[in-house]
């Protein structure tokens, strides 16, 4: 299983991010796929999940209406499309497989290299 997360960077508030994660080494459907982030001397979180085999979509409450995680089978990558980035969303971002419950709780079954993300003026 290998997860490289991808399309991190500096934006100023208010701006927007794409980020990136093809999977290889398995199938995304029907495995649950999200991301995890963890800033700088703080704990890892989860941050939103979506379950390939029925396209539900889960996200922690301080990204609900600014983030949307999405998925391509065909492509065997998950995306995470961040808008209206605030700088509390500065931090390293990894794509994580497993059930949605254990993503949200950034208890993943595995979880691969990560992005930085970096919200500042």
């Known amino acids: 299983v290998q997860l490289q997360a991808s399309g991190g960077g500096l934006v100023q508030p208010g701006g927007s991010l794409r980020l990136s994660c093809p999977l290889s080494g398995f199938l995304l459907d029907p495995y649950a796929i999200g991301w995890v982030r963890q800033a700088p001397g703080k704990e890892r979180e989860g941050v939103s999940c979506i379950n390939t085999s029925d396209g539900r979509t889960y996200y922690e409450n301080s990204v609900k209406g600014r983030f949307t995680v999405s998925s391509d089978n065909a492509k065997n990558t998950v995306y995470l499309q961040m808008d209206s980035l605030k700088p509390e969303d500065t931090a390293a971002y990894y794509c994580?497989?497993?059930?949605?419950?254990?993503?949200?709780?950034?208890?993943?079954?595995?979880w691969g290299q990560g992005t930085l993300v970096t919200v500042s003026s």
């Open positions: 994580a497989v497993g059930t949605c419950s254990l993503i949200l709780d950034a208890a993943p079954d595995y």
